[in-house]
Each structure stands twice: as structure tokens, then as C-alpha cells.
């Protein structure tokens, strides 16, 4: 079973300074994808990034990129020019990639990002 | 451009009670999903459809749980004789493939 941990429950960061959320994962499969995820207070869960594993660039997606480390299982956020708009509950989620089958996403427990005026 | 739309938002029930949840995805979106979130964890995978096939469910359903998506296109989640356990907020999602796109979510209190 795949299992995704972030060991920062909180963080805080100062408004257009840069951030980065970690997260690491257990897995054997060799095709995956990987994906955080932001949960605004009281908001639905939107997309902010996503990394197929098979990639070795980084995805960067405008104030957002990663740093995935195949071999280390790490895949951390970079958060740059932080905004007002981007405190939320932060997740990180893995994807077993499958022909047709179930893609179920595994989070992790989340961290809590909260952007300091 | 509707997302994935859930009802209610939020369901106050007593212990005992049956209580019954709607999603309705985007719609060309073919496979859907259930997740579970906790206060202060990740949302955990419950059930999955494609169409209105159930292909894959978690241990996590257990029997009080039953999921349905007629036709393809809505689904519902029943939860029967609830438990205060049971309280947390129950996620879909929906997506044609990979990326999955969420609804609000409702927020279940068992009391």
C-alpha cells in the first residue's frame, strides 16, 4: 500500500516571500503521478500541480513548482510571491497509474499554509 | 462551466438515523468518486465508479454504506443506523481521467 506523509502540520510565510511544503511517499510502483492539492477555509479542494513520474522535469504551474526527487520518493511545493489568497489547508496525493482501472488518490494529512500580511 | 455539485451541504442527524448524500458530477466526466475527510486528515478513499459500474470499494465502506451512480450520471451515498464515527465531510469527485475535480463536500454531524 502506498502511504504519503508531510511532516509540517503549519507553516506561515510573509505575503511575496517564497514557501516550500514538504512531502514524502512509500511506494513500489514504478508509474505514478503525483499532485498537490489546496483546501481554501471552508472552500472545495482544487488542483494546484501536478507530476507524472515518468517526467524528470519539474512541473511548475505560474507561482508554483516542484521539486521531485524520484529516487529520495520527495515531492515538495515551492510556493513563490506567496498571496493573501494562498492560505489554505495544503495536500500532497499519490496516484498508482493503472490501464483503465480504479485512480484512486492517497493524501497525505495535510499542511496548514497561512500567509502573514 | 458547472463543477461537481453536492447536496446537502451540510446534514445534522441523530445516532440511528439513515441519511443519504447526492453528487452530481461534471458532465462528461465518466468516473466518479467518494472520499471521506476527517478533522485534521487527508480525504480517504471510499468507493469508485465508472459509468454506473462500481468498480472498487474500501474497507472502509463498511455494510451501513451502500453507493449507487444510475446511469452513469449522479450518485448517492446512503449511510444507515449512523454513528457519531461517522461524522466528517463526505467528498466527490469527479473526473474523464487523472485529475480529479472536487465538490464542496458535505459536512455530516452525527449526534
Known amino acids: 500500500a502506498q502511504t504519503v506523509t508531510q511532516s509540517q502540520p503549519e507553516m506561515s510565510v510573509q505575503e511575496a516571500e517564497t514557501v516550500t511544503l514538504s512531502c514524502t511517499y512509500d511506494t513500489s510502483e514504478s508509474n505514478y503521478y503525483l499532485f498537490w492539492y489546496k483546501q481554501p477555509p471552508s472552500r472545495q479542494m482544487i488542483l494546484v500541480i501536478r507530476q507524472e513520474a515518468y517526467k524528470q522535469q519539474n512541473a511548475t504551474e505560474n507561482r508554483f513548482s516542484v521539486n521531485f526527487q524520484k529516487a529520495a520518493k520527495s515531492f515538495s511545493l515551492k510556493i513563490s510571491d506567496s498571496q493573501l489568497g494562498d492560505t489554505a489547508m495544503y495536500f500532497c496525493a499519490f496516484m498508482k497509474a493503472t490501464q483503465g482501472g480504479s485512480e484512486k488518490l492517497v493524501f497525505g494529512k495535510g499542511t496548514k499554509l497561512t500567509v502573514n500580511p | 462551466d458547472t463543477g461537481v455539485s453536492q447536496d446537502p451541504r451540510h446534514k445534522i442527524t441523530k445516532r440511528g438515523q439513515n441519511v443519504t448524500f447526492r453528487c452530481d458530477p461534471i458532465?462528461?466526466?465518466?468516473?466518479l468518486y467518494w472520499y471521506r475527510q476527517t478533522l485534521g486528515q487527508g480525504p480517504e478513499f471510499l468507493t469508485y465508479f465508472q459509468n454506473e459500474a462500481q468498480l472498487e470499494k474500501s474497507r472502509l465502506l463498511s455494510d451501513r454504506f451502500s453507493a449507487e451512480r444510475p446511469k452513469g450520471s449522479f450518485s448517492t451515498l446512503e449511510i444507515q443506523r449512523t454513528e457519531q464515527g461517522d461524522s466528517a465531510m463526505y467528498l466527490c469527485?469527479?473526473?474523464?481521467?487523472?485529475?480529479?475535480?472536487f465538490g464542496p463536500g458535505t459536512r455530516l454531524t452525527v449526534t
Open positions: 469527485a469527479s473526473t474523464p481521467i487523472r485529475e480529479q475535480y
Open positions: 458532465s462528461e466526466h465518466n468516473r
